[in-house]
């Protein structure tokens, strides 16, 4: 098991940026590890989805020496035994930059390759154009405005309530940020929260964003620790929760966890993003 405080964990660290591809940059963490340091059990609740990270620095050298630059979207399984440290995932992308290879594809399949090995399941790449278009965000109902007084800091389930009458549909915050758990770096975001059933006190579900504020965990961890507390503690029928962090290093990465294992995440792009 790799864990966060290991030697061999770039995170933190002044690191050489390589620039010929090598496939043992990546480092992966064990999805379990910040649950236990915490005392909670990631499996107390049952959650579908993926992380789709987009990258935006991919660029590579054909066979006569010419660069090549796109996009990249990578989509890697929730039920995946490891998540990717991100640093470890940017300097990875960044030894292709003078790397030679015959074509698009074969520069796809390594990263299939080297990212499923990495992550122990299978990851799905796609290269994009530059000209791509991404999907609009879901019609959500901003809680932003929300005359709330703010006391807490770190996540507390206490705060979330119910409220009378039913809901259906989607609810979103700006307001998401956490905490890099070694550098301590703030990571920004905004959060999608779609569901069904007793409607949930909107106040109550904006102080809960926001004591999220100076968290230290990872962004996969954010989105399943949210998961976990809304459907612990309100028990709707449905949930999904969705955080879509500004990008930092090229990378941005995008936690979808659902309730239904039919579910599919849009991987629209904020204004922030």
Request: hydrophobic share 35%.
């Amino acid at each position: 098991m790799t864990s966060v405080t290991s030697e061999f964990n770039p995170l933190g660290k002044v690191s050489a940026y390589k620039d010929q591809y090598d496939p043992s940059l990546l480092f992966p963490i064990e999805r379990n590890e910040s649950w236990q340091a915490q005392g909670l059990d990631r499996s107390a609740v049952a959650f579908y989805g993926e992380d789709i990270w987009n990258g935006y620095e991919i660029s590579w050298l054909n066979e006569r020496g010419k660069p090549l630059v796109c996009m990249a979207e990578f989509r890697i399984p929730a039920s995946s035994r490891f998540l990717i440290e991100s640093k470890s995932f940017k300097l990875y992308l960044n030894s292709f930059n003078q790397s030679r290879f015959a074509d698009a594809e074969t520069v796809r399949r390594l990263m299939v390759q080297d990212l499923s090995a990495a992550a122990g399941a299978p990851v799905t790449v796609v290269l994009h154009a530059l000209d791509v278009q991404f999907p609009q965000p879901p019609a959500a109902r901003c809680i932003d405005e929300l005359d709330i007084e703010v006391q807490a800091y770190q996540p507390d389930a206490g705060l979330l309530k119910l409220a009378e009458g039913q809901f259906d549909g989607w609810l979103c915050s700006h307001l998401l940020k956490s905490n890099c758990p070694v550098t301590g770096q703030p990571d920004w975001g905004s959060l999608y929260i779609y569901y069904r059933g007793q409607a949930l006190d909107e106040a109550t579900l904006l102080a809960y964003v926001i004591s999220l504020r100076q968290h230290q965990d990872f962004h996969e961890q954010c989105a399943e620790r949210t998961f976990h507390d809304i459907w612990q503690r309100c028990q709707p029928e449905a949930l999904t929760v969705y955080a879509r962090y500004v990008r930092r290093g090229g990378l941005d990465i995008n936690p979808f966890r659902s309730s239904d294992p039919q579910a599919q995440a849009e991987n629209f792009r904020t204004s922030r993003q």
